[in-house]
């Protein structure tokens, strides 16, 4: 069926460090993937995204990687900051069916300073 | 300027009511969805409109019925209200199926 899921539900990093937020999907034929930043009581936000034609996409602080062979892809932020902090989806955009998204469980990165 | 917004943010109400949420979007764009987030955070589809024609009904409740005026706007009636309602939702938008922008979501409360 389909799924996109997180391993890790909360992950706590030091200011300046960088964070991995790592997610897996399920369905191979999927081709579109999309990172969004949640913050406390606002919409997802976009942050990157990256097609299944591609292994890594930078942006700016923030870098998403896709291995396709074990349907994993993660999103990387360098030198993480206290405004970083959010919950953090990977989502997988199911063009053939209207563009809508399945989305992941959801990371929350708190940053201590 | 609002790109997506929703009205209204909060909305606590009884069990049985109807009630609506409203979405506009000045961006544009041909597709507008729903999505609801539970206590969880889990986010999951519920409907999409292209042109003010309905593309995807995710197993809704017939309870939840979109209706779109024009492809700015999508709006979401609730009739019936139950406890299980509770929940945020979001309206988003994309220009072509790809990226969607989010609205600022509507915390709906059922008592």
């Known amino acids: 069926g389909e799924s996109v899921g997180l391993h890790l539900p909360t992950l706590s990093v030091q200011e300046g460090d960088n964070s991995i937020i790592n997610c897996a999907y399920s369905n191979s034929a999927s081709d579109y993937f999309i990172w969004y930043k949640q913050e406390s009581g606002k919409g997802p936000q976009f942050i990157i995204d990256i097609r299944s034609n591609m292994d890594k996409r930078q942006g700016q602080r923030v870098t998403v990687l896709l291995n396709k062979t074990v349907k994993h892809l993660s999103l990387q932020i360098a030198a993480t900051q206290p405004g970083d902090s959010a919950v953090y989806f990977c989502a997988e955009n199911i063009y053939n069916q209207g563009g809508k998204l399945i989305f992941g469980q959801g990371t929350e990165l708190s940053v201590k300073p | 300027d609002t790109a997506v917004s929703q009205t209204p943010k909060y909305l606590v109400t009884q069990m049985g009511n109807d009630k609506s949420i409203k979405c506009e979007q000045n961006?544009?764009?041909?597709?507008m969805y729903w999505y609801k987030q539970d206590s969880k955070k889990f986010l999951k589809i519920m409907f999409s409109?292209?042109?003010?024609?309905?593309?995807i009904n995710e197993t809704v409740p017939n309870r939840f019925s979109p209706k779109s005026p024009d492809k700015a706007h999508l709006n979401l009636h609730i009739n019936s209200l139950e406890l299980g309602d509770s929940a945020v939702y979001f309206c988003a938008s994309s220009p072509s199926r790809g990226e969607q922008y989010f609205g600022p979501g509507t915390r709906l409360t059922v008592t």
């Open positions: 409109y292209n042109n003010k024609e309905l593309i």
């Open positions: 961006l544009g764009h041909d597709t």
